[in-house]
C-alpha cells in the first residue's frame, strides 16, 4: 500500500523559511517520480518540484532558486525546502507519486503536478506566509 503523509507546514513571515516532509512508503525512489505542487485558495493547482528515478529536478519558474527539492533514502522522505518565502506561496502543499512511464519529460512530469494528475497523493499541508 503506498502512503504519502506531508507535515512541516505553518506560519511563516515573509522573508522566512520552512522546510516541508513527506514520508513515503510502499514505493521506491529509484522507480517513481515524486514531488510537491500546492493550491492557494481561488487559485489553479501548481506544479512546484519534482525529482524523477535519475534523480533529476525540475522547478517551476516562480520557486527557482528559493526552493530545493531533495529527497532522503534512509529514511524514504521528501523534502522541500523553501526559502525567502513570499506571500504567494501561501497555500496548501501536496507531495505526489507516479510511475515514470507516464511522463515523457521533466517538463510534462511538472505540468502534471499541476494538473492533479499523479496517481498517489498526500492530504497535504498549510503553509501560510504573512507580510
Known amino acids: 500500500q503506498v502512503q504519502l503523509v506531508e507535515s512541516g507546514g505553518g506560519s511563516v513571515q515573509a522573508g522566512g523559511s520552512l522546510t516541508l516532509s513527506c514520508a513515503v512508503s510502499?514505493?521506491?525512489?529509484?522507480?517513481?517520480?515524486v514531488g510537491w505542487s500546492r493550491q492557494a485558495p481561488g487559485k489553479e493547482r501548481e506544479g512546484v518540484a519534482v525529482?524523477?528515478?535519475?534523480?533529476?529536478?525540475s522547478y517551476a519558474d516562480s520557486v527557482k532558486g528559493r526552493f530545493t527539492i531533495s529527497h532522503d533514502n534512509a529514511k524514504n522522505t521528501l523534502y522541500l525546502q523553501m526559502n525567502s518565502l513570499e506571500v504567494e506561496d501561501t497555500a496548501t502543499y501536496y507531495c505526489?507519486?507516479?510511475?515514470?512511464?507516464?511522463?515523457?519529460?521533466?517538463?510534462?512530469?511538472?505540468?502534471?503536478?499541476?494538473?492533479?494528475?499523479?496517481?498517489?497523493w498526500g492530504q497535504g499541508t498549510q503553509v501560510t506566509v504573512s507580510s
Open positions: 525529482i524523477d528515478n535519475d534523480g533529476r529536478i
Open positions: 505526489a507519486a507516479d510511475s515514470p512511464q507516464r511522463w515523457k519529460s521533466l517538463q510534462t512530469a511538472i505540468e502534471a503536478l499541476g494538473e492533479g494528475i499523479y496517481k498517489y
Open positions: 510502499g514505493i521506491s525512489y529509484r522507480t517513481y517520480y
